[in-house]
């Protein structure tokens, strides 16, 4: 039960130019969505994030966007760095089922080439 | 800046075997996770802690998982009699107070390699 995906396993983009990362969810409960980067031998960690309310949060570089009625979220950055290079996740928040569940995705591996 | 802190980085143990894998959250926080991802699939919700007790657990957490808060600053991850499938990286994190709208910090995390 796959309810939070990143359909892109891996994504090139070069350097300078934008990079576009995309998540979709299948429950109508979560509320709160985050981005984590993962560097190798590193844990996750935070980037950005978006409450339900909003369509659109900005942070310097990075841009996520929300659409519920799409269940669609994505995060933009430009420009891409060559330090962008790592696994994004996609994770969802909310109260399912009684308890508050945050799922991630299964993680875009984004390579960004000088 | 405070950090989640995980050892060992990296253990090795054949199957059957127990193992331990230690955490130190950071210092004011109150609520404990430990998440593990198989190596290429996605990070997988494990157990979340608080107030010295389980709060949450996944289906993924059976009777051979345990974990506990020995000392009030470490929390550990008890694999009583590891299975191939065990192997992955497991990631602590902690997080000041619950609710989804708080941001978890994940340590480095541990290799587990069962063979």
């Known amino acids: 039960d796959q309810q939070v995906k990143q359909n892109s396993p891996s994504l090139s983009v070069q350097e300078g130019r934008i990079s576009i990362l995309n998540c979709d969810y299948t429950n109508s409960m979560f509320d709160y969505f985050l981005w984590y980067k993962k560097y190798p031998a590193e844990g996750p960690t935070f980037l950005i994030s978006i409450s339900s309310i909003k369509d659109k949060n900005e942070d310097g570089r990075f841009t996520v966007f929300l659409n519920k009625s799409a269940k669609h979220l994505s995060l933009h950055i430009v420009p891409s760095q060559p330090g962008d290079s790592a696994v994004y996740f996609c994770a969802a928040s909310g109260w399912v089922q009684g308890a508050q569940k945050l799922v991630f995705g299964q993680g875009t591996r984004l390579t960004i080439n000088p | 800046e405070p950090e989640v802190t995980q050892t060992p980085s990296h253990q090795v143990t054949q199957m059957g075997q127990e193992v331990i894998l230690r955490c130190v959250p950071i210092?004011?926080?109150?609520?404990f996770y430990w998440y593990r991802q198989i190596l290429g699939q996605k990070v997988e919700f494990l157990v979340s802690f608080y107030n010295n007790e389980i709060s949450e657990k996944s289906e993924i957490f059976d009777d051979q998982f345990s974990v506990e808060r020995p000392d009030g600053s470490n929390f550990t991850l008890k694999i009583r009699s590891t299975k191939l499938e065990d192997s992955a990286m497991y990631f602590c994190a902690s997080t000041p107070r619950g609710g989804g709208a708080n941001v978890l910090t994940f340590g480095a995390g541990s290799r587990l390699t069962v063979l």
């Open positions: 210092s004011n926080h109150l609520y």
